[in-house]
């Protein structure tokens, strides 16, 4: 079902009339929240989380397309299209999807913004169209959106923050995305976390 959290994760600008964020739950130090968009049955999600680490090695992780090996064993194809540090991504994924659903593949272009005076780096993802050809063994999302924002606190402490919203298309009940999406951003984070998360005061 890891396949679910990585649809469900590569996250369309957020819809204008959103709903607050409601507090779901909280785990392994990681607070999760979800809302409901105006105009969709499915719903948009949000992890908070604090770390101690480094800004290069939260980047080595978020938003290098590169070192995405650890999101799921069911990618059956990665294609970097163009990549240019801490500027901009563009990539295409295969995702082999257990049956009855059909595989999902997606084209993505994330931008990179980095705040010169506070140092806080958002990685903004939305879909690349109009470059891959369409698979005809796969269903191609193309409504989804997905924000990552990094953000330096005191005492080498870092705020990680990820936003998304994913319409994987196809016949995948409202009520099967909005049960498991509050899943997405906390598996995605812990994975985050274990690669990052250096001893307090090393």
Avoid at 12 to 35: C, M, N, S
Wanted: aromatic fraction near 12%; proline fraction near 6%.
């Amino acid at each position: 079902m890891r396949t679910f959290y990585i649809l469900f994760c590569l996250l369309v600008t957020p819809h204008l009339f959103a709903q607050p964020w409601e507090f779901i739950k909280e785990r392994d130090g990681i607070k999760i929240y979800t809302r409901k968009d105006e105009g969709s049955p499915l719903k948009s999600f949000k992890g908070v989380m604090e770390v101690y680490s480094t800004m290069e090695m939260i980047g080595t992780v978020v938003g290098n397309v590169k070192n995405f090996d650890w999101w799921d064993d069911d990618i059956s194809e990665l294609q970097v299209i163009s990549h240019e540090e801490n500027v901009r991504t563009q990539y295409y994924l295969i995702y082999n999807v257990p049956w009855p659903l059909q595989d999902r593949d997606l084209c993505a272009d994330a931008r990179v913004t980095i705040d010169s005076i506070t140092g806080k780096k958002i990685i903004y993802a939305v879909p690349l169209l109009d470059v891959i050809p369409d698979n005809p063994d796969a269903i191609r999302i193309k409504n989804y959106w997905q924000r990552w924002t990094i953000e330096p606190l005191t005492d080498g402490m870092k705020r990680l923050t990820l936003e998304g919203f994913v319409d994987p298309g196809g016949i995948v009940p409202a009520w099967l995305y909005n049960m498991v999406i509050t899943d997405t951003p906390l598996n995605l984070m812990r994975e985050v976390k274990k690669r990052v998360e250096l001893p307090i005061g090393s």
